[in-house]
């Protein structure tokens, strides 16, 4: 094999070398593996709502013994609400609804934040001041406020407009650690052949910057899903965004549940079940996002120590 052949052949070995690496360390991380298949399941079952609840989230059984029905294996498996409405049922439209916002939402953030960190990052100068400023003035105000002022406005919420304001609100969070990557890269000696070679601003930052970024857009993305999902709960939790009997999501459904009032003064007269359901799935969504994020992050840190 010619020394031509064998150059050209270097990037790819490397690149395969990586990733066949990153699945290794992952594989081998027993907590993330289960992590990210209870994450799977939740997301897979919202995902398949029109199909595990073809009647939608707000089918309601007229039978006199329909409301307020506890779990029973005959029936409603989760029990139902005051007006009859199955809670498996608003739970799974929840997951869906909820799941949407966060990773069309984190995806958007993402694509802004890599648009702004990259090429601040990479022409540096007063580009990069402006767009640090404008990232400084944006992450100088509290997601939680700006989403509250927000869904005051815009009353009432849909969730299209909730996840273009998350999307919108959590962007400079990941522009920080993208342009800190770039303005890394620069000093790199492939990028500084790149240019000695003449190629553009452009090929470089889409042919080396982006794909070396490749480790921090995962980690980001995952990151954002997770504090996503949290935020838009709080917020619906205390009445704020999408309502229940619009779409119902797992932060509105609990609101729905504790606004109500929960043991003496439960006015509705709501069972435990109505609020315990999704707030163990809001739970167990969260402890998986994270977890698998943080293996993530171990299995892509290319400090990580070699298996």
């Not at 029905?69 to 799974?92: E, M």
């Not at 990259?118 to 400084?136: E, K, P, Q, S």
């Not at 909730?162 to 342009?179: E, G, H, I, K, N």
């Amino acid at each position: 094999m010619s020394e031509t052949t064998v150059a050209a052949a270097e990037p790819a070995i490397r690149r395969r070398g990586f990733w066949r690496g990153v699945g290794h360390r992952v594989v081998r991380q027993p907590v993330t593996l289960g992590a990210a298949t209870v994450l799977v399941a939740i997301l897979g079952a919202g995902e398949a709502a029109s199909v595990l609840a073809p009647s939608g989230w707000n089918a309601i059984d007229l039978s006199d013994t329909a409301r307020n029905h506890g779990p029973t294996f005959a029936g409603h498996l989760l029990g139902t609400d005051q007006v009859g409405r199955d809670t498996l049922h608003r739970v799974l439209w929840g997951v869906h609804f909820s799941e949407q916002t966060a990773v069309v939402g984190g995806a958007g953030a993402t694509v802004l934040a890599i648009v702004a960190g990259l090429t601040a990052g990479w022409f540096a100068g007063w580009f990069d001041v402006v767009v640090m400023r404008i990232v400084d003035l944006v992450s100088g105000f509290p997601v939680l406020v700006i989403l509250i002022v927000m869904f005051s406005l815009l009353r009432p919420v849909t969730v299209w407009e909730t996840t273009a304001v998350f999307a919108l609100a959590m962007w400079p969070f990941a522009a920080r650690v993208f342009r800190a990557r770039a303005a890394s890269l620069r000093q790199e000696e492939f990028v500084q052949a790149a240019q000695a070679l003449g190629a553009s601003s452009g090929r470089i930052v889409f042919r080396h910057l982006l794909p070396n970024a490749a480790g921090a857009i995962v980690i980001s993305l995952t990151s954002l899903v997770g504090q996503i999902v949290l935020i838009e709960a709080t917020a619906e939790f205390f009445g704020f965004g999408v309502l229940s009997s619009t779409r119902p999501t797992l932060g509105n459904l609990l609101g729905e549940a504790t606004q109500s009032g929960l043991g003496p003064y439960n006015f509705l007269g709501l069972g435990w079940w109505t609020w315990t359901v999704p707030a163990v799935v809001l739970i167990l969504l969260l402890a998986s996002v994270n977890l698998v994020g943080d293996g993530l992050d171990a299995a892509l840190n290319p400090r990580a120590v070699r298996a």
